[in-house]
């Protein structure tokens, strides 16, 4: 095992406009014929060919920029020495990359470099990952003539005096270090922020021997706006941008290709390792999602992995009074599995059930609905897409007929209009929200419809074409409003609509929607939007070329999330937007195996890939294969176990690294169930909110520690490979075997690419699906013998289901209603640096950046109810009320406040209801009516739940002898 | 458990409004009959602006394939009962449940 090294083919490959052909030119490079696309460098042409010309500010990633002066080269013909990056192929060129001029050049070159440079290889963190050294060592630099006497950025003091040029390193950010003084100004980080990332937060500043990268208006890295996706850190060349846990640990000397555990970009990294310690996580050039890029969070916040919370024992107790009592794992499993017995001799078969996890892999989820089905002998599993995403399952399926997004990621690069509908991508989804503000850049159309002024509406070389901050709620009478101008303006696209979908349905819906009381003037007044923005934004999307529908829990999470995921449907069909690149409906969903889980049959209702429990010929495939005879009854979704634990007739429940007393609305009635039952059994890193309400705690096992798959958003399966020994003794698909031997059953799995051929031997889209295949390249569902490769793009010539379903979506404003007691609206959300309960983030650097949740109000909200930024407010609804801090900001639109759910301190989940979508259960989040008051403290919840909390965590300690 | 029984059941075990863990304030919480009241209203109300036909049998297939033989149990002993509180629409979708 070695460590894996990319190839640097130090600029882009050209890519013709919507990815047509380009011609092939054929030049001669160091009298070898070479044949590449026209567009092409003749540096990327040179490496192609094998040859490798020397260079500092160039690198594949990135645009050329012709600063370096390496790279020089000599072409027949021509005058002068021009640079190889930034000069393009043409047919029958005859280039030289090494002849006596180039050579005395670049030594020229490299002298500079080095006169100006420190010289403590040897201490130097990047000591053996150095381009200067390899470069001096490529250019055979001898003797640096200069010496260091003249003006210069390497030492602290000369002459006695302080070194006006010379600038302290800057460990602001928690990550990485910044030191001047090893800088060449290649600008590849200043680069890297603009063209990867697109946050533009640096820039080089001076000019001359001035020059020096500036992170902001010359300011430390963490109080500007970096957003510290290292990027920058990846492409420099040198000691300049380094990790910490470089300095600290040193060089990695082996690295594995895994899959990013947050969220559902589906990122996949080089973990670089020295022994079993992982020294840093560096995105992958070849990752089919992520090419190369990644976010805070996938590259650096990795330390809750080894934090020192992390419960490493079995725990047992008899009740939650009780303090924990560590146990052997022989011992923790068989006290569960006779619980679970008993619990359902005494109760009932149905009077169990359990949580498949979004965090862990394909293979564990799909184990976990296994033990339930087989060994509970019940439906009673679901998974936390109930509380994200379950209304896109609904909605999709109902009217293309499969319940995943259409696209992959790249296709975003042929969309000329771009519609984001409560999502933020840049977020909660950081890496492909760059790509989206790429394509923005090159010039496509956004329209943005979200309550919040996010910062795609309005960033740094971003604008939308149209931002239309609706009233949270209102979301189906915006969808419905845009249909009406689509219809009643004639830019539906008939012939599609008649070619693929169900006519009769169309005109029926067509007749719906051309309703005067769809109109956008009609509906102005309770969306918040003027008519004429809402007409702008629905003839953008029908005639604007290529437009495509990204969405996320703004569209779902609402009493009516599954008919604003229908009314999305039927948009992208009456434009004809589904079923080429470049368009489609894309849910950005929200955890790392969130669609994973959900393919893997972890819904009550259904087996493996969205198949009901009713359909015979499915359940009795399962029966043979697993030798037991199938409930055909749907099983309880989360919120029925807890009404039902309420009720109390639900007593036992098995949740696999879910944290729902955090992530669950209404957190009363959630503790309330989770107290009511006879044996909570928990399985996660860290004692989690929900396991104070737990009877057992079995210790899971970080990404880091197991292998298996993940697939993320766009349906894409990735290899999730171990890099080092579970430190809990065991990988969740083991623990979950354990259980399952516990109870009767007779599993034997080895490895979970067992696992995935049971799967892909029960499930036709997973057919084509295994861990070899997986080994030479990431696929997309469906995978079988039509599409051996995947499935990059979906509903290609006619729609899975058939033909295309127009579903009538009729507006019904929620219950959660505005009035004198509650007169502000609720929505929630998430951050860049946190990850949905925080679990993991809060025990990493990432603090730095948000270390506590706080609520946003306008400041004319604030103003009539005397609060300051940063006063201590209390947040109240029908539901609870907790305290937090204010932050008065104009991006809430007035009547409207926002808070996350990152910290258990300020538990947002008091505060929201139990109202939930009309299909699917799903919860309101988005929507709770609040009123915010000054506060004196935390509030008597807080406090007791603080008390409460501190107590459930005693684990009884061996009395000394 | 039979219908009957589970609606005997559910009475009983309708929570009272305001309880949490760990306060004494006043929360409006929702019983778990009440709660398939509204469920069922909720998702009649959806189907209701179809053809009264597809309505009612879009009604009743989404509550046989997505709620749990208790809670189909249960709101088909309420609609016995009498049905207080649901439209007409969900009750005549839930009285042509199966089972």
């Given at each position: 095992m070695?460590?894996?090294?990319?190839?640097?083919?130090?600029?882009?490959?050209?890519?013709g406009?919507y990815?047509?052909?380009?011609?092939?030119?054929t030049?001669?490079?160091?009298?070898?014929?070479?044949?590449?696309?026209?567009?092409?460098?003749?540096m990327?042409?040179?490496?192609?060919a094998?040859?490798?010309?020397?260079k500092?500010?160039?690198?594949?990633?990135?645009?050329?920029?012709?600063?370096c002066?390496?790279c020089?080269?000599?072409i027949?013909?021509?005058?002068?020495t021009?640079?190889?990056?930034?000069t393009?192929?043409?047919p029958?060129?005859?280039v030289h990359t090494?002849?006596?001029?180039?050579?005395?050049?670049?030594?020229?070159?490299?002298?500079l470099?080095?006169?100006?440079?420190p010289?403590?290889?040897?201490?130097?963190?990047?000591?053996?990952?150095?381009?200067?050294?390899?470069m001096?060592?490529?250019?055979?630099?001898?003797e640096?003539r200069?010496?260091?006497?003249?003006?210069?950025h390497v030492?602290?003091?000369?002459?006695g005096?302080?070194?006006?040029?010379?600038?302290?390193?800057?460990?602001?950010?928690?990550?990485?270090?910044?030191?001047?003084?090893k800088?060449?100004?290649?600008n590849?980080?200043?680069r890297?922020?603009?063209?990867v990332?697109?946050?533009?937060a640096?820039?080089?500043?001076?000019?001359g021997?001035?020059s020096?990268?500036s992170?902001g208006?010359?300011?430390?890295?963490?109080?500007?706006?970096?957003?510290?996706c290292?990027?920058?850190?990846?492409?420099?060349?040198?000691?300049t941008?380094t990790?910490?846990?470089?300095?600290?640990?040193g060089?990695?000397?082996?690295?594995k290709?895994?899959?990013?555990?947050?969220?559902?970009?589906?990122?996949?990294?080089?973990?670089?390792?020295?022994?079993?310690?992982l020294?840093?996580?560096?995105?992958?050039k070849?990752?089919?999602?992520n090419?190369?890029?990644?976010?805070?969070?996938?590259r650096?916040?990795?330390g809750?992995?080894?934090?020192?919370?992390?419960?490493?024992?079995?725990?047992?107790?008899?009740?939650?009074?009780?303090?924990?009592?560590?146990?052997?794992?022989?011992e923790a499993i068989?006290?569960?599995a006779?619980?679970?017995?008993?619990?359902?001799?005494?109760?009932?078969?149905?009077?169990?059930?359990?949580?498949?996890?979004s965090?862990?892999?394909?293979?564990?989820?799909?184990l976990?609905?296994?033990?339930?089905?087989q060994g509970?002998g019940?439906?009673n599993?679901?998974?936390?897409?109930?509380?994200?995403?379950?209304?896109?399952?609904?909605?999709l399926?109902?009217?293309l007929?499969t319940?995943?997004?259409?696209?992959?990621?790249?296709?975003?690069?042929?969309?000329?209009?771009?519609?984001v509908?409560g999502?933020n991508?840049t977020d909660?989804?950081?890496?492909?929200?760059s790509?989206?503000?790429?394509?923005?850049?090159?010039?496509?159309?956004?329209?943005?419809?979200?309550?919040?002024?996010?910062?795609?509406?309005?960033?740094?070389?971003?604008r939308?074409e149209?931002?239309?901050?609706l009233k949270p709620?209102?979301?189906?009478?915006?969808?419905?409003?845009?249909?009406?101008?689509?219809?009643t303006?004639?830019?539906?696209?008939?012939?599609?609509?008649?070619?693929?979908?169900?006519?009769?349905?169309?005109?029926?819906?067509?007749e719906?929607?051309?309703?005067p009381e769809?109109s956008?003037e009609a509906?102005?007044?309770?969306?918040?939007?003027?008519?004429?923005?809402?007409?702008?934004a629905?003839?953008l999307?029908?005639?604007?070329?290529?437009a495509?529908?990204?969405y996320?829990?703004?569209?779902?999470?609402h009493?009516q999330?599954s008919t604003?995921?229908i009314?999305?449907?039927?948009?992208?069909?009456?434009?004809?937007?589904?079923?080429?690149?470049?368009?489609?409906?894309?849910?950005?969903?929200?955890q790392?195996n969130v669609?994973?889980?959900c393919d893997?049959?972890s819904?009550?209702?259904?087996?493996t890939?969205?198949r009901?429990?009713?359909?015979?010929?499915v359940?009795?495939?399962?029966?043979?294969?697993?030798?037991?005879v199938?409930?055909?009854?749907?099983g309880?979704?989360?919120?029925?176990?807890?009404?039902?634990a309420?009720d109390?007739v639900?007593?036992g429940?098995?949740?696999?690294?879910?944290?729902?007393?955090?992530?669950?609305?209404?957190?009363?009635?959630?503790?309330?169930?989770?107290a009511?039952?006879?044996c909570?059994?928990?399985?996660?890193?860290?004692?989690?909110e929900?396991?104070l309400?737990?009877?057992?705690?079995?210790?899971?096992?970080?990404?880091?520690?197991?292998?298996?798959?993940?697939?993320n958003?766009e349906?894409?399966?990735?290899?999730v490979?171990?890099?080092?020994?579970?430190?809990?003794?065991y990988?969740?698909w083991?623990v979950?075997q354990l259980?399952?031997?516990?109870?009767?059953l007779?599993?034997?799995?080895?490895?979970?690419?067992?696992?995935m051929?049971?799967?892909a031997?029960?499930?036709?889209?997973?057919?084509?699906?295994?861990?070899?295949?997986l080994?030479?390249?990431?696929?997309?569902w469906?995978?079988n013998?039509?599409?051996?490769?995947?499935t990059?793009?979906?509903h290609?010539?006619?729609f899975?289901?058939g033909?295309?379903?127009?579903?009538l979506?009729?507006?019904?404003?929620t219950?959660?209603k505005?009035?004198?007691?509650f007169?502000?609206?609720l929505t929630?959300?998430?951050?860049?640096s946190q990850?949905n309960?925080g679990?993991?983030?809060?025990?990493?650097?990432?603090?730095?950046?948000?270390?506590?949740?706080?609520l946003?109000i306008?400041?004319?909200?604030?103003?009539?109810?005397?609060?300051?930024?940063g006063?201590?407010?209390?947040?109240?609804?029908?539901?609870?009320?907790m305290?937090?801090?204010?932050?008065?900001?104009?991006?809430?639109?007035?009547?409207?406040?926002?808070?996350?759910?990152?910290?258990?301190?300020?538990?947002?989940?008091?505060?929201?209801?139990?109202?939930?979508d009309?299909?699917?259960?799903?919860?309101?989040?988005?929507?709770?009516?609040?009123?915010?008051t000054?506060?004196?403290?935390?509030?008597?919840?807080q406090?007791?739940?603080?008390?409460?909390?501190?107590?459930s965590?005693?684990?009884?300690?061996?009395?000394a002898? | 458990?039979?219908?009957?029984?589970?609606?005997?059941?559910?009475?009983?075990?309708?929570h009272?409004a305001?309880?949490s863990?760990?306060?004494?304030?006043q929360?409006i919480?929702?019983?778990?009959?009440?709660?398939?009241?509204?469920?069922?209203?909720?998702i009649a109300?959806?189907?209701?602006?179809?053809?009264?036909d597809?309505?009612?049998?879009?009604?009743?297939?989404?509550?046989?394939k997505?709620?749990?033989?208790?809670?189909?149990?249960?709101?088909?002993?309420?609609v016995?009962?009498?049905?207080?509180?649901?439209?007409?629409?969900?009750k005549?979708?839930?009285?042509?449940?199966?089972?």
């Amino acid at each position: 095992m070695a460590l894996i090294k990319e190839l640097d083919y130090g600029t882009p490959e050209p890519r013709g406009p919507y990815g047509a052909a380009l011609a092939q030119v054929t030049l001669t490079i160091d009298g070898q014929a070479v044949t590449v696309p026209e567009g092409t460098s003749i540096m990327r042409a040179a490496q192609i060919a094998g040859t490798t010309i020397p260079k500092l500010c160039a690198t594949d990633n990135l645009d050329a920029f012709g600063s370096c002066r390496l790279c020089l080269v000599e072409i027949q013909g021509r005058n002068g020495t021009p640079a190889s990056c930034t000069t393009p192929v043409a047919p029958g060129m005859v280039v030289h990359t090494q002849t006596d001029k180039l050579k005395r050049l670049r030594n020229g070159v490299m002298e500079l470099y080095i006169s100006d440079h420190p010289l403590d290889c040897l201490t130097c963190a990047a000591n053996g990952d150095c381009e200067l050294q390899d470069m001096a060592g490529a250019v055979g630099l001898r003797e640096v003539r200069y010496g260091y006497d003249g003006r210069n950025h390497v030492f602290a003091r000369q002459d006695g005096k302080a070194n006006p040029d010379w600038k302290a390193k800057d460990t602001s950010n928690p990550y990485f270090t910044y030191d001047a003084s090893k800088c060449i100004v290649c600008n590849r980080c200043v680069r890297a922020c603009d063209e990867v990332q697109g946050t533009f937060a640096l820039t080089i500043s001076g000019r001359g021997l001035d020059s020096r990268v500036s992170p902001g208006q010359d300011e430390g890295f963490l109080s500007s706006e970096c957003v510290s996706c290292g990027a920058c850190v990846q492409a420099c060349p040198t000691a300049t941008l380094t990790e910490k846990a470089v300095i600290e640990i040193g060089q990695p000397e082996h690295s594995k290709v895994t899959t990013c555990a947050y969220c559902g970009v589906g990122c996949t990294f080089k973990a670089e390792m020295r022994g079993e310690t992982l020294v840093r996580m560096v995105p992958w050039k070849d990752g089919a999602a992520n090419h190369g890029h990644s976010c805070v969070k996938g590259r650096f916040a990795w330390g809750y992995a080894t934090h020192k919370e992390r419960i490493l024992n079995p725990m047992i107790r008899s009740s939650i009074q009780e303090p924990w009592r560590e146990v052997s794992w022989d011992e923790a499993i068989a006290y569960t599995a006779s619980e679970f017995k008993r619990i359902q001799e005494k109760y009932g078969k149905r009077s169990v059930g359990g949580i498949a996890s979004s965090r862990c892999t394909n293979e564990e989820a799909y184990l976990v609905q296994k033990l339930i089905r087989q060994g509970f002998g019940n439906n009673n599993v679901d998974t936390c897409a109930r509380v994200c995403h379950s209304p896109t399952g609904y909605g999709l399926s109902q009217t293309l007929g499969t319940s995943a997004g259409t696209q992959d990621f790249d296709s975003i690069r042929d969309t000329d209009v771009i519609l984001v509908i409560g999502c933020n991508p840049t977020d909660a989804h950081p890496v492909f929200g760059s790509a989206m503000k790429r394509r923005i850049r090159e010039g496509a159309k956004l329209i943005v419809i979200d309550p919040r002024r996010t910062d795609l509406v309005k960033s740094a070389h971003i604008r939308a074409e149209v931002h239309l901050p609706l009233k949270p709620s209102t979301n189906v009478a915006m969808l419905n409003a845009l249909a009406y101008v689509i219809v009643t303006e004639g830019l539906v696209a008939e012939q599609y609509v008649r070619e693929r979908c169900d006519w009769d349905e169309f005109q029926e819906w067509a007749e719906f929607v051309a309703r005067p009381e769809h109109s956008p003037e009609a509906v102005a007044d309770y969306l918040g939007v003027p008519a004429a923005d809402v007409r702008a934004a629905a003839r953008l999307y029908a005639t604007g070329g290529n437009a495509a529908i990204y969405y996320g829990l703004g569209v779902t999470e609402h009493s009516q999330g599954s008919t604003a995921v229908i009314a999305i449907a039927n948009l992208a069909m009456a434009t004809g937007n589904v079923g080429r690149r470049g368009v489609g409906i894309n849910p950005l969903r929200g955890q790392n195996n969130v669609q994973g889980s959900c393919d893997m049959g972890s819904f009550p209702h259904e087996l493996t890939a969205y198949r009901h429990v009713s359909n015979d010929a499915v359940r009795e495939q399962f029966n043979k294969a697993w030798n037991t005879v199938l409930d055909d009854e749907p099983g309880l979704r989360i919120n029925n176990m807890f009404d039902a634990a309420v009720d109390g007739v639900f007593k036992g429940m098995y949740i696999q690294a879910e944290d729902v007393v955090q992530s669950d609305p209404d957190t009363n009635h959630v503790t309330a169930a989770l107290a009511s039952l006879e044996c909570l059994v928990v399985q996660d890193l860290f004692l989690n909110e929900t396991a104070l309400f737990a009877h057992v705690f079995l210790p899971g096992s970080s990404f880091l520690e197991k292998d298996g798959t993940f697939t993320n958003a766009e349906r894409r399966l990735q290899l999730v490979r171990k890099v080092m020994t579970p430190k809990n003794g065991y990988a969740d698909w083991e623990v979950t075997q354990l259980m399952a031997q516990g109870m009767g059953l007779d599993w034997n799995y080895t490895h979970p690419s067992q696992v995935m051929d049971e799967i892909a031997a029960l499930t036709p889209v997973f057919s084509g699906v295994s861990f070899d295949r997986l080994e030479e390249e990431s696929l997309q569902w469906p995978v079988n013998e039509a599409a051996p490769h995947g499935t990059p793009i979906m509903h290609i010539d006619h729609f899975v289901r058939g033909k295309g379903r127009f579903i009538l979506t009729e507006y019904v404003p929620t219950d959660e209603k505005v009035g004198p007691r509650f007169p502000l609206l609720l929505t929630t959300g998430r951050i860049l640096s946190q990850y949905n309960v925080g679990a993991q983030t809060r025990r990493t650097g990432n603090m730095a950046w948000h270390d506590k949740d706080v609520l946003e109000i306008h400041p004319q909200d604030a103003e009539d109810r005397g609060i300051r930024e940063g006063d201590l407010v209390k947040l109240q609804s029908r539901a609870g009320a907790m305290a937090l801090h204010a932050r008065v900001t104009d991006k809430v639109a007035p009547g409207v406040v926002y808070t996350t759910f990152h910290h258990p301190e300020t538990p947002a989940n008091v505060v929201t209801t139990d109202a939930s979508d009309w299909a699917t259960n799903c919860p309101e989040y988005k929507v709770t009516a609040v009123q915010v008051t000054l506060a004196n403290g935390p509030t008597e919840w807080q406090q007791r739940y603080d008390i409460f909390a501190r107590d459930s965590r005693r684990i009884e300690v061996e009395p000394a002898e | 458990m039979s219908a009957d029984r589970g609606h005997e059941a559910g009475r009983e075990g309708a929570h009272e409004a305001g309880h949490s863990l760990f306060d004494d304030e006043q929360h409006i919480t929702t019983s778990s009959d009440q709660r398939l009241v509204t469920m069922a209203n909720q998702i009649a109300r959806f189907f209701s602006s179809q053809k009264h036909d597809t309505a009612v049998e879009g009604c009743r297939d989404h509550i046989a394939k997505f709620w749990d033989p208790r809670m189909r149990g249960r709101i088909r002993a309420h609609v016995a009962d009498g049905g207080a509180g649901l439209t007409p629409l969900a009750k005549e979708a839930i009285a042509r449940l199966t089972r």
